[in-house]
């Protein structure tokens, strides 16, 4: 029930295309759900989060789109860009606390 | 805003010898502070959650004897690896917050136990 599913594992995107990451929750008492980006070497920094009040949330390029009922949520990246090219977590908590984090996608835009 | 540091970013010592991991937030007080631990091409696993001045709790499964956390000031924390061993061989992340923020990671460090 602590899990967080996460597809796909990889992800090839042509520059300027939208990137598509989908998660999938058991724990209903989740209130918290971040997306994170990684660069090899380095640690997880926060992109973007929201909570399950609100079915949408935007900033910038990234967009969170949140399904309550479905327990799913998905990262939109529009505009993909060569710079994207990182790995991305999703990640559930109750506030904010012990953070469950999904498998990861690999995400690679080319030129 | 909001920076944890953590030192050292590379760590290559002797089988059995014990290593300390230091994280540091910068900007802002860290009431809780926690540690990940992420092997090669997989995902962050919780090792521990620690709140200043308490003891740290562990998750299943993680031996609190060999990963010592130390979470002293709202400033920093420390997690000693004692008698490491290769399979001890592992990226180390920390992240702080402060309340209800958002967790803020480290750049993790690379211990490599030979």
């Known amino acids: 029930q602590q899990q967080v599913k996460q597809s796909p594992q990889s992800l090839i995107v042509q520059k300027g295309g939208i990137s598509i990451i989908n998660c999938a929750y058991e724990n209903t008492a989740f209130d918290y759900f971040p997306w994170y980006q990684q660069f090899p070497g380095k640690g997880p920094a926060l992109l973007i989060a929201?909570?399950?009040?609100?079915s949408e949330k935007k900033e910038g390029r990234f967009t969170i789109s949140f399904n309550k009922s479905a327990k799913q949520f998905s990262l939109h990246i529009m505009d993909s860009q060569p710079g994207d090219s990182a790995t991305y977590f999703c990640?559930?908590?109750?506030?904010?606390?012990?953070?469950?984090f999904g498998t990861g996608t690999r995400l690679q835009v080319f030129p | 805003g909001a920076v944890v540091s953590q030192h050292p970013s590379w760590v290559i010592c002797k089988s059995g010898t014990s290593v300390k991991i230091e994280c540091r937030s910068l900007d802002f007080q860290a009431t809780t502070m926690f540690w990940y631990r992420q092997f090669p091409k997989q995902s962050l696993m919780l090792m521990a959650t620690s709140n200043e001045g308490s003891k740290a709790t562990y998750e299943q499964g993680v031996e609190k004897d060999k990963f010592l956390i130390n979470h002293a000031s709202l400033t920093l924390s420390t997690l000693t690896v004692t008698s490491a061993h290769p399979e001890d061989s592992s990226f180390y992340i920390c992240?702080?917050?402060?309340?209800?923020?958002?967790?803020?990671f480290g750049d993790g460090t690379r211990l490599s136990i030979l």
């Open positions: 929201i909570r399950p009040d609100v």
């Open positions: 992240s702080g917050k402060y309340s209800n923020q958002p967790q803020h």
């Open positions: 990640a559930a908590s109750i506030n904010t606390d012990k953070l469950i």
